[in-house]
T-cell receptor, first 112, second 113 residues
Framework: KQEVTQIPAALSVPEGENLVLNCSFT??????LQWFRQDPGKGLTSLLL?????REQTSGRLNASLDKSSGRSTLYIAASQPGDSATYLC???????????FGKGTKLSVKP | EAGVTQSPTHLIKTRGQQATLRCSPI?????VYWYQQALGLGLQFLLW???????NRGNFPPRFSGRQFPNYSSELNVNALELEDSALYLC????????????FGSGTRLTVV
């Protein structure tokens, strides 16, 4: 059974810092991996989608990497801003027929 | 392009009643997924519908059910509501055949009193 773990559970940084959020999964046979952002009480906003054949994806100040063999993904946020404060969720899809399995998220707080 | 839309935004029901939540996927997406996010818990997979059929369900009792209509919109029904059903219910759609990622709606906040 696939399990997704995110470390740390919470993170507080000063504005301007570069930071890394970690995600690990137990079954390396994934179809794709997706990073989301969730603001309090809101839905999920997709940040980056990495297909199983890809190693990384970039969007603006965000870069996500995928290492299937070790069951790990990282989300790198450059030059953090207070507006980046949110919960970041990692999710893996086990196959084209599967559904997304989520980690519990990392709650990020960026202090001005 | 319109995103995934969910209605209602908020719903307050009494224990024992039934709740119906609705979801319209992105145009062209045939797959709809339902998730429950209870306070302090992670996202739990509820149901997956694709092309009108239920394809998979999570570890939830049968009083959680739903359907998908010919236009691929979906509704989630929760019967015999319990206090623990209070949660944010999120719907997502994807184009399964093109391997697209999931796009989520803004959710329905269900409160059972």
């Amino acid at each position: 059974k696939q399990e997704v773990t995110q470390i740390p559970a919470a993170l507080s940084v000063p504005e301007g810092e570069n930071l890394v959020l970690n995600c690990s999964f137990t079954d390396s046979a994934i179809y794709n991996l997706q990073w989301f952002r969730q603001d309090p009480g809101k839905g999920l906003t997709s940040l980056l989608l990495i297909q199983s054949s890809q190693r990384e994806q970039t969007s603006g100040r965000l870069n996500a990497s995928l290492d299937k063999s070790s069951g790990r993904s990282t989300l790198y946020i450059a030059a953090s801003q207070p507006g980046d404060s949110a919960t970041y969720l990692c999710a893996v899809k086990g196959g084209s027929q599967g559904n997304l399995i989520f980690g519990k998220g990392t709650k990020l707080s960026v202090k001005p | 392009e319109a995103g995934v839309t969910q209605s209602p935004t908020h719903l307050i029901k009494t224990r024992g009643q039934q709740a119906t939540l609705r979801c319209s996927p992105i145009s062209g997406h045939t797959s709809v997924y339902w998730y429950q996010q209870a306070l302090g818990l992670g996202l739990q997979f509820l149901l997956w519908y694709d092309e009108g059929e239920e394809r998979n369900r999570g570890n939830f009792p049968p009083r959680f059910s739903g359907r998908q209509f010919p236009n691929y919109s979906s509704e989630l029904n929760v019967n015999a509501l319990e206090l623990e059903d209070s949660a944010l219910y999120l719907c997502a759609s994807c184009d399964r055949h093109r391997g697209s990622g999931y796009t989520f709606g803004s959710g329905t906040r269900l409160t059972v009193v």
